[in-house]
């Protein structure tokens, strides 16, 4: 018995635009959730680019 095989459907292009743009909706939730720790993460590493951490003693950055 052959298999009717059908071909393959076509999304429709308004289908794809509306896809996308949900996507960059929910890219733009999660960046608006987060930019606080971004924030946090970009302080410490320019204080650590800068030399903060040779200028404290040793067993300040262990605790």
């Known amino acids: 018995m052959p298999e009717s095989r059908r ?3 076509r999304r429709d292009p308004v289908e794809t635009v509306i896809g996308r743009t949900r996507a960059g909706m929910a890219l733009e939730r ?5 930019w ?6 970009a302080v410490v590493w320019a ?3 800068f030399g ?3 200028a ?3 067993n ?3 605790a």
Do not use: I
Not at 30 to 34: C, D, G, N, T, V
């Open 47 to 49: 204080a650590l680019a």
């Open 56 to 58: 404290l003693p040793h």
């Open 7 to 9: 071909p393959p459907r």
């Open 30 to 34: 999660a960046l608006r959730a987060f």
């Open 36 to 41: 606080p720790l971004a924030a946090l993460a």
């Open 60 to 62: 300040a950055l262990l």
């Open 52 to 54: 903060v951490a040779e």
